[in-house]
């Protein structure tokens, strides 16, 4: 099992930055594909970032494409979300979220994590 904590939120102005982190429980974190997931107020929790527990490739949505990067660093069981050029928008509680490599893995389903962090909230104000 894992567990996930998330920091990093805040409140910072359009076309500003933010780095988020995600910290992981557990002694083979390498083998979890990750992702970052948000849900601004009234709406449903959407995709934003994931990478394969290989850390081969990382999928991106595609309003944030070109915006923010994902990274991990599996030695610190660490997962970043570094968000760049933020709008209005972004506005919502990001969600780190982790999926076992043994478990069927579609990056943007909400389906395929079995584990989520409790958040972290994002205010982007214009």
């Known amino acids: 099992q894992v567990q996930l904590e998330e920091s990093g939120g805040g409140l910072v102005q359009a076309g500003g930055s933010l780095r988020l982190s995600c910290a992981a429980s557990?002694?083979?974190?390498?083998?979890?594909?990750m992702a970052w997931f948000r849900q601004a107020p009234g709406k449903e929790r959407e995709f934003v970032a994931a990478?394969?527990?290989?850390?081969?490739?990382?999928y991106y949505a595609d309003s944030v494409k070109g915006r923010f990067t994902m990274s991990r660093d599996n030695a610190k069981n660490l997962v970043y979300l570094q968000m760049n050029s933020l709008k209005p928008e972004d506005t919502a509680v990001y969600y780190c979220?982790?999926?076992?490599?043994?478990?069927?893995?579609?990056?943007?389903?909400?389906?395929?994590?079995?584990?989520w962090g409790q958040g972290t909230r994002v205010t982007v104000s214009s």
């Open positions: 979220a982790a999926a076992d490599y043994r478990s069927s893995w579609t990056p943007n389903g909400r389906m395929s994590y079995g584990y």
């Open positions: 557990g002694r083979v974190f390498a083998t979890y594909s």
């Open positions: 990478t394969r527990w290989t850390g081969t490739t990382t």
